[in-house]
């Protein structure tokens, strides 16, 4: 499995989000091999999206991700 970081946000002060929503656009053959991970600066890690076999479309296209994981993350 290859790991690639698409991008990262930081604030100049702490806060606490309730929901975290990613709208992602990736190029892919099969969009099923993809595992989409986020994680929180304290190392909490949502899983997005996880590898499905059955899945043999292309791309995620202006997929949007809905994570409430983190939320009680520091």
């Given at each position: 499995a290859r790991l690639v970081a698409i991008g990262s946000l930081r604030f100049s002060e702490a806060i606490q989000l309730e929901t975290v929503?990613?709208?992602l656009n990736i190029t892919h053959a099969r969009r099923g091999e993809l595992r989409v991970l986020l994680t929180s600066p304290s190392g909490t890690v949502s899983e997005l999206a996880q590898e499905r076999s059955n899945d043999t479309a292309a791309n995620f296209s202006n997929w949007?991700?809905?994570s409430c994981l983190l939320y009680t993350s520091p």
């Open positions: 929503e990613v709208q949007v991700f809905t």
